[in-house]
């Protein structure tokens, strides 16, 4: 079951990777229908993974787990930063 645990958060986290090389390099594939689908997936899955991971019998969250909730927690700071770029950019005269 550990190796499932941590194949499953580290796959996350190479998700949560590939949105941050996206958003600092090409920002503007993430701003589509497509790109929002997986921003928020990804989001979505980090939290209920580490809702369930912690919700388990043995109670106790191993180093992965710890990646995965930094990660999911980073990739919704940043897309709250990047909904308040564009709202920022959009209103610029």
């Known amino acids: 079951m550990l190796i499932l645990r941590r194949t499953a958060n580290y796959s996350l986290c190479a998700v949560h990777l590939s949105i941050l090389a996206f958003w600092l390099a090409a920002w503007e594939q993430l701003f589509t229908k497509t790109g929002f689908i997986i921003w928020g997936g ?3 899955l980090g939290i ?3 809702i369930l991971w912690r ?5 106790i969250l191993d180093s992965s787990d710890w990646i995965l909730g930094i990660s999911t927690a980073f990739i919704i700071v940043l897309a709250l930063v990047s909904v308040l770029i564009e709202y920022t950019v959009s209103s610029m005269p």
């Open 48 to 50: 209920l993974f580490f």
């Open 42 to 44: 990804s989001a979505i």
């Open 55 to 59: 919700r388990q019998r043995e109670n």
